[in-house]
């Protein structure tokens, strides 16, 4: 199983497309926040994912959830844009609420800067920013094991 992380694509619907077009192969895309509307482009030309997409601080007048909740392969994740948890200072309440949900790795972004991180048995992982930093993330799971990387479009 195939996931692609993305976050804070802040209108940068071409990075966002590369990064489609380079990951075909992929099973699951998940937004963590501050989308505009790529999403929902990106949804139209590539219809065979499954998307998990939340609400950034930037995301204005959409419906989408602050957190989602969902399981692949046996693996429990929580994602969230980050805002609520207060990650810009920290990540222990990330940590926590992801503890509490019994989430086994958390998904965040908001920083724009890349973190993979596995803390107490739970991996904090933040893509960065497509839309400025030009990164994202792949997380694979084989086998029970994961394998995360972070990746930079050139």
Request: net charge negative; proline share 3%.
């Amino acid at each position: 199983m195939k996931i692609i992380v993305v976050s804070d694509t802040h209108g940068s619907y071409r990075n966002f497309k590369k990064v489609m077009q380079l990951h075909r192969n992929a099973d699951i895309v998940v937004h963590c926040g501050d989308s505009r509307d790529e999403v929902d482009h990106i949804k139209m030309e590539f219809p065979d994912k499954v998307y998990h997409t939340v609400k950034g601080n930037c995301d204005f007048g959409t419906m989408l959830p602050l957190t989602e909740e969902f399981t692949a392969d046996g693996i429990k994740f929580l994602a969230t844009h980050g805002h609520l948890y207060n990650v810009k200072y920290g990540l222990l309440d990330l940590f926590m609420a992801a503890k509490e949900k019994g989430a086994d790795i958390a998904l965040y972004g908001h920083t724009h800067v890349a973190h993979d991180e596995e803390v107490d048995g739970i991996r904090l992982f933040n893509p960065g920013s497509l839309g400025y930093e030009k990164s994202f993330g792949v997380i694979e799971i084989r086998d029970g094991q994961v394998l995360s990387n972070i990746a930079r479009l050139p």
